[in-house]
């Protein structure tokens, strides 16, 4: 009974990131990189993979050290983790996709004060165990990346005619340049609350 | 006294010792990609150098940088570039940077070997409006000084693009940017000449 309770609670920590606790959809956490690098698919994905990789060590790290952790450091210890990992990953891009590194700018260090890594560091990972805080990771992570991706693809697809790079609008369509900008995105990211809004207002 | 001193040891141990081993973590992982780092900056510059000297084979980074002034306040300073082919020298080029329209844009400039005329100029950063600013990435604006007087450049609203000239012409709907441009040359231009005509690197007859 008490094994089905855990995989039950199992299953619902890993689908909660793609609907129900949505970092963009649901929570609207992360706005900085979800409005700034979802000009192209690429950009977006490779965001959403570094951001998968910060939560997942995070979360790791604070869910073994979560009875060790003295309440009043504990948002030092998150800020300090979260800043070692996020180096790693700027390392990491710009020594193997320096291209895109120099695409992201300055939105990867930005990482270090995404809420959503936070957020999940304080609400699960210095909760529960290691298990439950790579799931929730992964979740998390990975609803974010396909959010993010799915709003980069519009945005592509409008703004240049093409998804992922690849050419899906014929050559007569005229780019609408305003989408690659950031009024694109909040129009794109505006659209998108209100159909999930409506998605779960219909759910209800 | 050694309470206070127990107390902060009690409260604040995990935070050291992570703080440590983080460090640590990064240090070793910086030691490992550093070379690969620095390499990829050395082969982007000589990729943006070789766009601007498609004869040019071998770029030497001048050891000295140039210190670019506004009256006596240093406002910048540039990395001068010898670019030589079979040791025989085709021309120079050095790192210019002002503010567009969005923010900083860094150029590379390239001349001949005479420090007489342009030999163009490639854009290493800049975050101008998609489809606008970041026009002077393209032909249009680029060839226009392609040959044009390493001397001081006018930006002009009409005329001819493809004249050789000291007459840029602006991009149409970009004309923050297309300033932006030209003034960041002109600012360097001169400067860059000086210092290298006082250094002896090239002479003031040229």
Same mark, same amino acid.
């Given at each position: ?7 039950? +609670? ?54 073994? @050290?979560?009875?060790?952790? +003295? ?40 990482? @270090?004060?995404?809420?959503?890594? @936070? ?5 699960? %990972?210095? +909760? ?56 694109? %995105? ?15 207002? +219909?759910?209800? | ?8 040891? &009690? ?49 030497? *980074? ?12 240093? =406002? ?5 570039? *010898?670019?030589? =082919?079979? /040791? &025989? ?5 050095? =790192? ?20 007489? *005329?342009? !030999? ?10 998609? /489809?606008?600013?970041? !026009? ?5 604006? !680029? ?28 991009? =149409? ?13 002109? &600012? ?10 006082? *250094? ?7």
């Amino acid at each position: 009974m008490a094994n089905e309770n855990s995989n039950t +609670k199992l299953l619902s920590v890993a689908t909660a990131g793609f609907w129900k606790q949505n970092p963009v959809l649901r929570l609207v956490l992360g706005m900085c990189p979800t409005l700034a690098v979802t000009t192209a698919g690429f950009d977006a994905l490779t965001m959403g993979l570094c951001v998968v990789f910060v939560l997942v060590c995070s979360n790791t790290v604070t869910s073994i @050290i979560r009875r060790q952790l +003295k309440p009043h450091v504990r948002i030092m210890m998150f800020v300090l983790t979260i800043a070692a990992f996020v180096t790693i990953a700027d390392l990491f891009l710009q020594a193997f996709v320096p291209r895109m590194s120099e695409k992201l700018g300055p939105y990867v260090p930005l990482i @270090i004060v995404n809420c959503i890594i @936070i957020a999940r560091a304080e609400a699960c %990972a210095s +909760k529960n165990g290691i298990v439950v805080s790579i799931v929730d990771a992964l979740s998390m992570g990975f609803g974010f990346t396909v959010t993010i991706c799915l709003l980069a693809s519009i945005r592509e697809l409008l703004a240049a005619g093409t998804v992922f790079g690849l050419r899906l609008m014929p050559d007569s369509y005229v780019p609408m340049t305003a989408m690659s900008m950031p009024v694109g %995105a909040f129009v794109a990211l505006g659209l998108l609350l209100a159909t999930a809004n409506l998605i779960s207002a +219909k759910e209800a | 006294m050694v309470n206070s001193v127990k107390l902060f040891f &009690r409260e604040s141990w995990l935070l050291v010792a992570c703080a440590f081993l983080f460090g640590l973590l990064l240090a070793v992982t910086d030691a490992a990609w550093a070379p690969k780092i620095a390499q990829n900056k050395i082969d982007k510059t000589n990729a943006m150098l070789q766009s601007i000297f498609t004869d040019g084979h071998e770029f030497e *980074k001048l050891p000295e940088k140039i210190d670019i002034l506004s009256g006596k306040v240093k =406002t910048g300073e540039s990395t001068v570039y *010898k670019v030589t =082919t079979d /040791g &025989r020298i085709v021309g120079w080029a050095f =790192t210019a940077e002002g503010f567009g329209f969005a923010d900083k844009i860094q150029l590379i400039v390239g001349v001949d070997a005479a420090f007489k *005329k342009m !030999r163009g100029f490639a854009v290493v950063s800049s975050y101008e409006t998609p /489809g606008f600013g970041d !026009r002077i990435k393209g032909d249009f604006y !680029r060839n226009q000084f392609v040959g044009a007087p390493a001397a001081n450049l006018n930006l002009v609203k009409g005329g001819d693009p493809s004249a050789i000239d000291s007459d840029i012409v602006a991009i =149409t709907g970009a004309t923050v940017s297309s300033t932006a441009v030209v003034n960041i040359i002109n &600012r360097y231009m001169d400067t860059v000449k000086q210092a290298m005509v006082s *250094k002896g690197v090239i002479s003031s007859g040229q």
